[in-house]
């Protein structure tokens, strides 16, 4: 059969997909001119300000609205929070407010931080023009390896990663932002990241009902707007070792629509990700593997060959009789309610100046917020807090190492043989120096790799920093032969900048005090050095358990 122009615009409303720059490229007007494209997502590639960002969004809609679409574009982003936050500012550029991630949050105890950080976040998403955000996480982070998802779970207790992620769903709904709760079926038991093998979890449906899937049932029960599907293998569900989540039907109709009942819209995640991208026929094979299994919206975000190979796939599956127009048809409305509640009409897509005066004092209450949120995450996980002294006081932070292809930026990154990031100074292990230094006359910041020297003076103070030394466990080695070399008595802290597994291992028992921060932006090792140097009490809770290892 031959495809009408009608058929390949509803076709276009079936894909998001993203583009490189900060204006609109040609590569995006062709998305959105040719093949209808009816969804973008922005990347931290896409944002310097937020004046550009809604310049950006501006001309996007323009463009869909040139072309003929029926509905404004949904405009998604990768604004989980914390490590994943795509729209906030950078030490580069100044963007979105910087709120805490989901294990950050979780730490305050108190879920409306946790609802009344993402409405805040909305409403700035909104006052730019995006509508769509890629958050709540509602993976519950069963194993302390897992590469993926860590800090960006609100812990290993189902009913708490419940609670929290209801939180942040109803937060962004609250701002006028489309929430996505994902991985689902569950992303949290596993020690492979799906950015760069296919992940297997090996358990029970009875397991899964108790663990993985209880967060996503409480967010269907509490009306989310759409999910996002998983590229993991749950052989339980899927009856096989090869299919992901993402591209199984048993998965997304079978479970989800069907016995789970959920309503909104079913979106993948990208699918150029090495989980779905290395297996037969890759992304375009894969974008026609996820519409048959009842997916509404199939998520490309790089490479425009891999864009264009899935629309000219799903045309070709159309033909064949391999997907049908009307089941493609009754999913876009689906995708069309959507639009209708969050991206609204044309003249609100475009009526829509940017008010720069509003958006700074709306910033400034933010940050406010951010501040005292941040203020209430950091733990101190064992020991007590020292009093430091006047003398000099040594803070060391690891080497940048890629742990997480979720959070490290690959792109256009300079690594040495060993995978460590040439700039060895972290810019954010450098403004936690800095926080430190506005505390204490006399700072030196040392970076550490496994072969450290320890034969130095470490003055009269030291602050340890880790990150998934749990995983990286030559961090141990290294503070084991500083406390060695240290002089006796020696006040010292140990900070984990991001999970804080390490923290709870036997190697670090005899450390004066044990502090956790969740992540290592700038703004929540800021609120570390406050609770170090005692200025506000360490409040925070872990939401992992402790298990002595």
Same mark, same amino acid.
């Given at each position: ?11 276009? +409303? ?25 969804? =973008? ?10 004046? +550009? ?18 509905? $404004? ?26 709120? $805490? ?35 709540? !996480? ?35 709904? +609250? ?5 996505? #709760? ?18 297997? =979890? ?14 996503? *049932?409480?967010? =269907? ?22 299919? $992901? ?30 989980? !779905? ?14 519409? #048959? ?6 998520? !490309? ?29 009754? &999913? ?6 959507? *639009?209708? *509640? ?46 430091? &002294? ?27 043989? *060993? ?5 060895? #100074? ?84 005899? !450390? ?19 609770? =170090?140097?005692?200025?506000?009490? $360490? ?11």
């Amino acid at each position: 059969m031959d495809l009408s122009d009608e058929d390949k615009r509803e076709i276009g +409303q079936h894909f998001v997909f993203g583009f490189h720059g900060y204006e609109v490229g040609e590569d995006a007007k062709e998305l959105i001119n040719k093949y209808h494209v009816g969804n =973008i997502i922005l990347m931290k590639r896409n944002v310097q300000s937020v004046k +550009q960002v809604h310049a950006l969004v501006q001309s996007l809609q323009q463009c869909a609205r040139d072309a003929g679409h029926r509905h $404004p574009l949904m405009i998604g982003i990768d604004q989980e929070n914390g490590l994943v936050s795509a729209f906030s500012s950078t030490a580069k550029y100044q963007a979105g407010t910087q709120f $805490p991630g989901a294990m950050a949050i979780a730490a305050t105890g108190d879920p409306e931080y946790a609802r009344n950080c993402s409405a805040a976040s909305a409403r700035e998403m909104k006052a730019v023009g995006i509508n769509w955000s890629y958050s709540p !996480v509602g993976d519950v982070n069963s194993d302390p390896q897992n590469p993926v998802i860590g800090v960006r779970s609100f812990g290993d207790d189902p009913k708490e990663v419940a609670r929290f992620a209801k939180a942040v769903s109803d937060g962004f709904t +609250q701002g006028g932002v489309a929430p996505s #709760a994902k991985h689902f079926p569950g992303h949290g038991d596993t020690n492979v990241d799906s950015h760069l093998g296919l992940p297997v =979890i090996n358990q029970s449906r009875a397991e899964l009902d108790q663990t993985e899937l209880k967060p996503f *049932k409480e967010l =269907i029960d509490a009306g989310v707007a759409s999910i996002m599907t998983g590229h993991m293998v749950i052989q339980a569900l899927t009856g096989d070792s090869v299919t $992901p989540a993402s591209l199984s039907r048993a998965v997304t109709t079978t479970l989800l629509r069907e016995e789970l009942q959920f309503e909104g819209v079913v979106v993948t995640d990208c699918l150029e990700m090495n989980a !779905v991208k290395e297996r037969q026929g890759g992304v375009p094979r894969g974008a026609v593997e996820a519409l #048959a299994a009842g997916t509404d919206v199939v998520m !490309v975000c790089h490479t425009m060959a891999f864009h264009k190979g899935s629309m000219e796939a799903t045309y070709e599956a159309v033909q064949k009789g391999e997907l049908h127009m009307d089941e493609l048809r009754k &999913s876009g409305e689906r995708i069309a309610a959507l *639009k209708r *509640k969050f991206a609204g009409t044309w003249d609100d897509v475009l009526g829509n100046p940017f008010d720069e005066k509003a958006m700074n004092a709306l910033q400034a209450t933010n940050k406010k917020l951010s501040e005292e949120a941040y203020a209430k995450s950091t733990a101190l996980i064992s020991g007590s807090l020292p009093v430091f &002294s006047s003398g000099k006081i040594v803070v060391m932070t690891p080497v940048v190492e890629s742990l997480n292809a979720a959070v490290d930026d690959a792109e256009g990154v300079q690594r040495t043989e *060993k995978g460590h990031v040439r700039n060895t #100074a972290a810019p954010y292990y450098i403004s936690f120096a800095e926080s430190v230094g506005r505390r204490a006359a006399d700072v030196e910041h040392l970076v550490y790799a496994a072969d450290f020297d320890c034969r130095r003076d470490f003055g009269e103070g030291l602050i340890f920093v880790t990150r998934n030394a749990d995983r990286s466990a030559w961090q141990l080695d290294v503070l084991e032969r500083v406390a060695t070399q240290a002089l006796s008595g020696v006040p010292t802290v140990v900070l984990a900048s991001c999970a804080p597994y390490e923290l709870f291992s036997r190697r670090v028992l005899s !450390v004066q005090a044990c502090m956790a921060s969740f992540e290592y932006t700038s703004e929540a090792l800021e609120a570390a050095a406050s609770v =170090i140097f005692n200025e506000v009490p $360490p409040v925070g809770e872990s939401p992992v358990s402790i298990r002595r290892q």
